[in-house]
C-alpha cells in the first residue's frame, strides 16, 4: 500500500475507517498515540521476533482478539 514510510500518527489516521484492526509489534504505539481518536483497533503483538515460530502460537489469542474488536481502543497480546 506504499504505507512504510508513515509515521504511527499518520498511519493510524490511514487505517482509521479502512480497517477494523492495526496489527503492530510496535508495544510503544499505544502510549505514544491516542488511539481513541481513531476508528480502529491498535492490536500489539508481543513475540520474541516476527518470525513466523514466534506469532505461530499467538494466533489463537490474536484470533480473539480480533473477535472482540472494540474501535479506538489498544489492547496487547503476548
Not at 508495544?27 to 481518536?37: I, L
Amino acid at each position: 500500500m506504499g504505507w512504510q514510510q508513515l509515521d504511527n500518527g499518520q498511519l493510524l489516521e490511514k487505517a482509521s475507517g479502512r480497517f477494523d484492526v492495526l496489527l503492530t509489534m510496535d508495544k510503544s504505539m499505544p502510549s505514544q498515540q491516542v488511539v481513541a481518536r481513531y476508528a480502529v483497533m491498535v492490536l500489539v503483538v508481543r513475540a520474541a521476533s516476527n518470525r513466523i515460530a514466534d506469532l505461530v502460537p499467538l494466533l489463537p489469542k490474536i484470533q480473539g482478539a480480533i473477535e472482540a474488536v472494540t474501535l479506538g481502543t489498544a489492547i496487547s497480546v503476548q
